[in-house]
């Protein structure tokens, strides 16, 4: 049974930084492309940011290219998300998914219905 969850989140000022942790179980972390997705009060879920199964390309939405960074550490099924230079518009519930497929496309990462399986989340708020 896939297993994900997210931590790391919390409380920062603008201008801060963050790192989300996903851990992986219950499927061969290292076969599939990952992703984080949010979700903003009263919004749907957003893709954010993709990584290969073996974490050699990224991909990000154009709100956040530059701020936050995805990386993966293969043997310890482990997913991350480095956040900076935090903004209010960033609060969210961060989720870490599994793409159905093994390893997507940079067209295919950003489509949150490509992936089969979704954290409960981690809440990241940004206020001073």
């Known amino acids: 049974q896939v297993h994900l969850v997210e931590s790391g989140g919390g409380l920062a000022q603008p201008g801060g930084s963050l790192r989300l942790s996903c851990a992986a179980s219950?499927?061969?972390?290292?076969?599939?492309?990952m992703s984080w997705g949010r979700q903003a009060p009263g919004k749907g879920l957003e893709w954010v940011a993709g990584?290969?199964?073996?974490?050699?390309?990224?991909y990000y939405a154009d709100s956040v290219k530059g701020r936050f960074t995805i990386s993966r550490d293969n043997a310890e099924k482990t997913l991350y998300l480095d956040i900076n230079s935090l903004k209010p518009a960033d609060t969210a519930l961060y989720f870490c998914?599994?793409?159905?497929?093994?390893?997507?496309?940079?067209?295919?990462?950003?489509?949150?219905?490509?992936?089969?399986?979704w954290g409960r989340g981690t809440q990241v708020t940004v206020s001073s």
């Open positions: 998914g599994k793409f159905r497929w093994g390893d997507f496309t940079s067209v295919q990462a950003m489509d949150v219905a490509l992936y089969d399986n």
């Open positions: 990584i290969l199964s073996d974490g050699t390309s990224t």
């Open positions: 219950g499927f061969t972390f290292s076969n599939y492309g």
